[in-house]
């Protein structure tokens, strides 16, 4: 197979197995969390709950001093990568026209050398949470295949993706379809790892908050 057929491949069929997955799997797990049995809470609350769900949103996702003392190259590492992600994702004009291709929407996309720059930084957080993990005995107790697995597929689509668009090593067209065969094995792989926290999290935070209050438990 030449590099224009992988491209080819990756860019109809390989992308359609890969979107088919990365829904049902979704659509699974979602349905695995929104149909867990609880029974339904008659006790009167003990504090008013409006509200209390949102801030634990917000509380949990601001580090506590003490937690920042203890971890702070994890919580900015964290900090960058994911907002990095999120810059490269929905900003890079590539992916805002394909996602404009297949959903009619569209908005304005950020410089490219300034995605490009974000792209070199978002690969040093997540190396240096790497090089964390493994440095860090309670945290190298404590990862799973599934963290190194989670890693490698994060990592992949945006170091391809920055080879492609400075021509480095390979040809363009093998190294594009190697960018669009990372971006697939995401979304193969998301829906059955850790990864699935991003359309969990602020449910699962929102969820507890609203318990803890009714509850009269600080949360």
Avoid: C
Avoid at 58 to 78: C, E, F, K, M, Y
Avoid at 92 to 105: A, Q, V
Avoid at 154 to 182: E, V
């Amino acid at each position: 197979m030449s590099a224009m057929e992988l491209l080819l491949w990756a860019r109809g069929p390989g992308l359609v197995i890969a979107a088919v997955i990365f829904l049902f799997g979704m659509t699974l797990r979602l349905i695995e969390v929104y149909s867990l049995g609880r029974k339904r809470d008659l006790a009167v609350p003990r504090s008013p709950t409006p509200g209390s769900g949102w801030r634990t949103i917000v509380t949990r996702s601001l580090p506590h001093a003490d937690t920042w003392r203890r971890s702070g190259l994890t919580i900015v590492a964290g900090f960058v990568f994911h907002i990095g992600l999120f810059v490269v994702l929905l900003f890079l004009l590539p992916h805002i026209e394909l996602i404009r291709s297949l959903t009619g929407l569209s908005w304005p996309a950020l410089p490219t050398p300034l995605v490009d720059l974000v792209t070199v930084i978002t690969l040093i957080a997540l190396i240096v949470a790497l090089v964390h993990r493994l440095m860090d005995p309670v945290k190298r107790f404590l990862s799973g295949f599934g963290d190194y697995l989670a890693w490698t597929v994060t990592f992949l689509p945006l170091l391809t993706g920055y080879m492609a668009y400075h021509h480095l090593l390979l040809d363009y067209t093998l190294l594009l379809a190697l960018h669009i065969l990372s971006v697939e094995l995401l979304l193969v792989v998301f829906p059955f790892t850790k990864l699935t926290h991003t359309f969990t999290l602020f449910i699962a935070r929102w969820y507890n908050g609203d318990i803890a209050a009714r509850k009269g438990v600080a949360s």
